[in-house]
């Protein structure tokens, strides 16, 4: 089960309305489809960051149809062999601990199947899971994500890693999160321990812009590394909060001093109540052309998760069939096509 934070250290929902200029209706009508919750600390920070401000704002378009949105926008409710495993790769699973975040973006790919339609794994679930995993020895990685694997308590994470290291074919582990972002009052001494236990670790955290990049957060990195856990970022390419070249080179030159290594690049998931968010391909490939040109630090990739779910490409190797249809051949000769939902 999640370790519930204190009450007060998140906003009421009126402190919410008034920061964020949003009216109660708009915010009962967005919180209704996806969950809104915002860190105290956080929502001080939106007051000074547009673009912060932006990721979480409940906003009436959340509620609108587009024809471009997809119920599974990556395949990962097609991909479960057994409940809370996603597996598209031979050596590698992701493992959803739970639904729950301490902040819920509102580009959330995984926007559409929230904590309110299933709850989260039990240990029956967890059995199978390891189950699987012993009876499938080729998948080395697995990846704990969500929701946000540190809204578990440190007991409860401490467990899943404890069963990870006793299945000799798992040789690395891997925890995506936000928390050190927008809740790292989240990381203790406790948790950075649990997390250097057992198989190698590494954690990929969430930063987006430049302005969530404060010295809390730099402190909460450092202990996860002086513990000798590598720590990486992935990014959203997002419509709004950081789609320019200045806003992308001086996040990753910030992440860089920091020594948090540079993973992904994410174009916009067209998940359902995001299209606001999404910026087309085009435009993408614009912004990151202009990165590598500027950039005096090294990027990550720019990457499209493909809908069929054959998993992440690189962007600029796909190939453009007409204004919106681009289609991308594997190395084994597959081909997936791909219809540009950005604007």
Known sequence: MPAPPTQSVFAPRAEVCTALNVDSQTFAQAHARFPVLWPQ???DAALGSSAIAAMGKPDMRETLVNPADLADPVSD???RPVPFLVRKHIDRVILLTTKSCHFYCRFCFRRAESHRQAGNPSRSDWALIFDYLRANPEIREAILSGGDPLTLSNQNLAWILEQLDQIPSIQKVRIH?????????RVDAELVSVCAQGKPLRLVCHFNHLDECQNENLRVIQMFQTAGISVGNQA?????VNDSPADQVALWSRLWDWQIWPHYLHHPDRAPGNAHFRVSIQKGLDIYGQMQKSAQVPLPSYVLDLPDGSGKIPVAEMDQLSNCAYQYRHPDGRISTYQDGGV
């Open 77 to 79: 409710l097609a991909l």
């Open 236 to 240: 959203v390419l997002l419509a709004g």
């Open 41 to 43: 600390a956080y929502l």
């Open 177 to 185: 999160s936000r928390a050190p972002v927008h809740f790292p009052q």
